[in-house]
């Protein structure tokens, strides 16, 4: 099996559903190690090649190259879970500032706000 972290541009085979065969396409792993190491599964956001379309919560991957990216391409705030079994390569990492920036577009897209002390909490779940 690939061996892969947070950060890390991972290729992805993806089988196609109605016929023989499978694409490969890059991701951007953002599970954390804990997860990676406990599950047989990683959380991944989608890379496209189309540079053209930027949709809410989509950036242009500005060091695509230092990546290990082939061409220009989008991080898109698209995310998926995969089996690890279906990374095919490590293609290189991200640089940790477009890291980050893509924490914060995430979090925009799910509406994860950092907690104020003004915002209203849900409370901690008890044991049963």
Known sequence: M??????DIVLVRYAFA??????????????????????AEAMILAITSNVTRLLYGDALIEDWRGAGLPMPSVLTATMRTIQRAMVAARLGAIAARELRAAERRVRASLDLRQPSPSR???PEPTSL
């Open 2 to 7: 690939i061996s892969f972290e947070r950060g």
């Open 120 to 122: 209203k909490r849900f």
């Open 18 to 39: 109605d016929e023989p065969g499978a694409k490969q396409r890059p991701g951007l792993v953002v599970s954390g190690a804990e997860y990676n190491s406990s599950r």
